[in-house]
């Protein structure tokens, strides 16, 4: 068991100063991190499959040429209000990052976090199509401030006395293990019932193409539960957005940055969005998102949009440093992030064919979970159970987080040995055993 005297002094006096926000069901004080693994402030080391919620995809802390690169600009110019003058740096990172993108991409808006990139992608949405109306999904996050809130629909929590919301119509989001329309057992038929639904429901009954701007929604769902869609169902939307001239909008932001292999989770279904939204990740421990949209759509005029501490020099230049070193490296890691999936994604098949509660195992890549069950017949969401697995696993030296009703998430960085990878997910087995 980890001794956790004064983690839990600092938890008392944290709750006296800070306002709730989404703390998990332990109490886990960070000191200090380095690759594979965090250390708290009672001096207990942990592997993380957190990645810190997705932030560090290349390491706890990032590299020390990040670190560096960080350090040497802020001796130069850390803030140089780069929506109102201009700088070199931003322009190198942007140009790269362009690169990563489907040919025809071109310009991009940089911002300090996931739901300031889906503003960004509200606006461009609805100033080049002059509609209003908003498609998000059941069980989606977007984020927190008021225009991405309202096309989040994961917990009542997050809304609840918070509106009234932007025009958003929220639609079912495919579960192939919990199909509403009856297909448990064929996934791409599953799919397809979804896209009718839209169609015959949506789009004749709540509001017509000629009102809606844009499509949002994550390639796989993140905090709704690591939910990976059928490729019918995102090869459909994208032809119900052409086929009524409506944007779609890929988030990004937890799901991309080779986290599941590819630059763009979008890619492992074929499909390619208008805009994209990335955060997390891209900052390589530092606040910055970006939106991207396809050339095709055009820019908004002077004053329109702006953002005091969007490129800041030294978030970018750690940006641009770990960018570096993905651009560079993108075939190596998208082989090493599958064959680590592999490993991985074997040892919660096992998991989920030994254990009644693991209902059902999820993935591609390395963002991975479980759902803890009641039991396989019923398919009922154990929340009680799961923060149970995830007390047990830290106490024997594995940080993990929830998402969705039930589920843990397995979401390591994407370079953790493949010693610790394995560590880890005894850890987790043992927590399971001991919770059965």
């Known amino acids: 068991m980890r001794k956790t005297e004064k983690s839990e002094r600092v938890i008392e006096r944290d709750r006296k100063v800070f306002m709730t926000t989404t703390r998990e069901p332990y109490n886990f004080v960070a000191e200090r991190g380095d690759g594979d693994f965090v250390y708290d402030i009672d001096g207990n080391r942990v592997i993380d499959f957190s990645s810190f919620v997705g932030v560090y995809n290349?390491?706890?802390?990032?590299?020390?040429?990040?670190?560096?690169?960080?350090?040497?600009?802020?001796?130069?110019?850390m803030h140089a209000a780069f929506t109102d003058y201009y700088s070199e740096l931003p322009v190198d990172f942007a140009e790269l990052f362009i690169k990563q993108f489907p040919a025809g991409f071109g310009k991009i808006f940089l911002s300090n976090s996931g739901t300031e990139a889906n503003e960004d992608a509200i606006k461009i949405a609805r100033y080049n199509t002059r509609k209003h109306y908003l498609i998000g999904f059941y069980g989606a996050f977007h984020g927190r401030s008021l225009g991405s809130l309202s096309l989040t629909s994961s917990k009542v929590v997050q809304r609840a006395h918070l509106g009234p919301f932007s025009e958003v119509i929220h639609a079912p989001y495919p579960n192939p293990y919990r199909c509403i329309f009856g297909h448990d057992d064929d996934p791409e038929e599953c799919g397809r019932a979804h896209i009718d639904y839209m169609r015959d429901h949506i789009l004749k009954r709540?509001?017509?193409?000629?009102?809606?701007?844009?499509?949002?929604?994550?390639?796989?769902?993140?905090?709704?539960?690591?939910?990976?869609?059928?490729?019918?169902?995102?090869?459909?939307?994208?032809?119900?957005?052409?086929?009524?001239?409506?944007?779609?909008?890929?988030?990004?932001?937890?799901?991309?940055?080779?986290?599941?292999?590819?630059?763009?989770?979008?890619?492992?279904?074929?499909?390619?969005?208008?805009?994209?939204t990335m955060a997390k990740s891209i900052g390589a421990g530092m606040p910055m998102?970006?939106?991207?949209?396809?050339?095709?759509?055009?820019?908004?005029?002077?004053?329109?949009?702006?953002?005091?501490?969007?490129g800041n020099l030294a978030i970018v230049?750690?940006?641009?440093?770990?960018?570096?070193?993905?651009?560079?490296?993108?075939?190596?890691?998208?082989?090493?992030?599958?064959?680590?999936?592999?490993?991985?994604?074997?040892?919660?098949?096992?998991?989920?064919?030994?254990?009644?509660?693991?209902?059902?195992?999820?993935?591609?890549?390395?963002?991975?979970?479980?759902?803890?069950?009641?039991?396989?017949k019923t398919k009922i969401p154990d929340p009680k159970s799961r923060d149970a697995i995830l007390k047990t696993a830290l106490d024997n030296g594995l940080l993990a987080l929830g998402c969705g009703d039930s589920s843990v998430r397995i979401l390591p960085p994407l370079n953790i040995a493949k010693s610790s990878l394995e560590k880890g997910l005894d850890i987790l087995e043992s927590a399971i055993r001991k919770t059965v």
């Open 317 to 376: 230049a750690g940006a641009y440093e770990q960018l570096k070193h993905v651009s560079k490296n993108k075939r190596k890691i998208e082989m090493e992030v599958k064959e680590k999936g592999r490993v991985a994604m074997k040892r919660l098949q096992e998991m989920r064919n030994d254990y009644e509660i693991v209902g059902d195992a999820r993935g591609i890549g390395m963002m991975l979970a479980i759902e803890i069950v009641k039991d396989k």
């Open 206 to 276: 709540e509001a017509a193409a000629g009102e809606i701007a844009a499509i949002f929604f994550e390639p796989i769902q993140g905090e709704g539960g690591y939910i990976v869609p059928p490729k019918s169902f995102v090869k459909g939307l994208r032809e119900l957005a052409d086929d009524n001239e409506i944007l779609l909008v890929s988030d990004e932001i937890q799901a991309g940055y080779m986290r599941t292999g590819k630059f763009l989770a979008l890619d492992n279904f074929g499909v390619k969005a208008d805009i994209y």
């Open 58 to 77: 290349f390491g706890i802390n990032s590299s020390i040429s990040v670190r560096n690169a960080i350090k040497r600009q802020m001796d130069k110019l």
């Open 289 to 310: 998102a970006a939106t991207i949209a396809n050339s095709k759509l055009s820019d908004m005029p002077q004053g329109k949009h702006s953002g005091t501490f969007a």
